[in-house]
């Protein structure tokens, strides 16, 4: 299995952007797929998350700003983030899995690579 992630980039605060993850190989629509980040110098945090019947997961901090949503028939998860700050500045990584708890990192099976957003003041 493996995920490739895209989409980062630079923005303003205020602006959004959209990532996008692309899963192949011996995927399972019954998988989570989820979204973590991690910022220069600070742990890695959960951001997202999306059960294959549609439950969704979100981290406090970017509750009400981003959108998780995923095409299964595409083996596909999307973030929407808007009003986007600087401390959303980080390397945003996608992850799937057979996952029980889907905040905790080390659940999941598989992860990207990783793609750079940088949210300018």
């Known amino acids: 299995v493996q995920l490739q992630a895209s989409g980062g980039g630079l923005v303003q605060t205020g602006g959004s952007l959209r990532l996008s993850c692309a899963a192949s190989?011996?995927?399972?629509?019954?998988?989570?797929m989820g979204w973590f980040r991690q910022a220069a110098g600070k742990e890695r945090e959960f951001v997202a998350a999306m059960r294959g019947r549609g439950g969704t997961y979100y981290g406090d901090s970017v509750k009400g700003r981003f959108t998780i949503a995923r095409d299964n028939a595409e083996n596909t998860v999307y973030l929407e983030m808007n009003s986007l700050k600087p401390e959303d500045t980080a390397v945003y990584s996608c992850?799937?899995?057979?996952?029980?708890?889907?905040?905790?990192?080390?659940?999941?099976?598989?992860w990207g690579q990783g793609t750079l957003v940088t949210v300018s003041s």
């Open positions: 992850a799937a899995g057979s996952v029980m708890h889907e905040r905790v990192a080390r659940e999941y099976d598989y």
């Open positions: 190989g011996r995927t399972s629509g019954h998988w989570i």
